[in-house]
T-cell receptor
Framework: ETGVTQTPRHLVMGMTNKKSLKCEQHLGHNAMYWYKQSAKKPLELMFVYSLEERVENNSVPSRFSPECPNSSHLFLHLHTLQPEDSALYLC????????????FGQGTRLTVV | RKEVEQDPGPFNVPEGATVAFNCTYSNSASQSFFWYRQDCRKEPKLLMSVYSSGNEDGRFTAQLNRASQYISLLIRDSKLSDSATYLCVAHNSGYALNFGKGTSLLVTP
């Protein structure tokens, strides 16, 4: 496989459920990101990991919990979400540094009921 | 003020038309710039990087004006397949790419 892959592609969960989103990159990059894209809003950066350490956490509620076990894998653990958390969650990777573009996975479309 | 601002559109143009999008960024320390394209319900994909001297890739031309802090994208001879949302991106010394809200383009027959 190549590129950035995310699973699952679609997820429906209740507000009391616990689920995890998975992202895997095969590009040899050393930085990985979680973005949230809600309807009619710009992409919102949630978390950044560089060399497996979290380097940015943009005031994201604690019901979202990221995990980066190695440079190729990134998880987003979800628990007790709210309906307003329904959105497209996009994972991206890049080679850390200015001038390098990010490559995105296909995203997980999450619906919280 | 948002870091990257774009006119959301939509821009409705006929096939063959030339269309231009502008984008402004607020952080003068931004060093790298990109245009991404996002199709409906899909992930953003890199369209082109934007260089200080301006650059062209086929029908697409990107330009950067550092003094005025804006970036432009020109699409010539529009195709139906160009219909998408175009995202302007600025990158400073931090890790995160700062995305604009996107400009929606619809090319009609």
């Amino acid at each position: 496989e190549t590129g950035v892959t995310q699973t699952p592609r679609h997820l429906v969960m209740g507000m009391t459920n616990k689920k995890s989103l998975k992202c895997e990159q095969h590009l040899g990059h050393n930085a990985m990101y979680w973005y949230k894209q809600s309807a009619k809003k710009p992409l919102e950066l949630m978390f950044v990991y560089s060399l497996e350490e979290r380097v940015e956490n943009n005031s994201v509620p604690s019901r979202f919990s990221p995990e980066c076990p190695n440079s190729s894998h990134l998880f987003l653990h979800l628990h007790t979400l709210q309906p307003e958390d329904s959105a497209l969650y996009l994972c991206a990777s890049s080679q850390a540094g200015v001038g390098t573009e990010a490559f995105f996975g296909q995203g997980t479309r999450l619906t919280v009921v | 003020r948002k870091e990257v601002e774009q006119d959301p559109g939509p821009f409705n143009v006929p096939e063959g038309a030339t269309v231009a999008f502008n984008c402004t960024y607020s952080n003068s320390a931004s060093q790298s710039f990109f245009w991404y394209r996002q199709d409906c319900r899909k992930e953003p994909k890199l369209l082109m990087s934007v260089y200080s001297s301006g650059n062209e890739d086929g029908r697409f031309t990107a330009q950067l004006n550092r003094a005025s802090q804006y970036i432009s994208l020109l699409i010539r001879d529009s195709k139906l397949s160009d219909s998408a949302t175009y995202l302007c991106v600025a990158h400073n010394s931090g890790y995160a790419l700062n995305f604009g809200k996107g400009t929606s383009l619809l090319v009609t027959p």
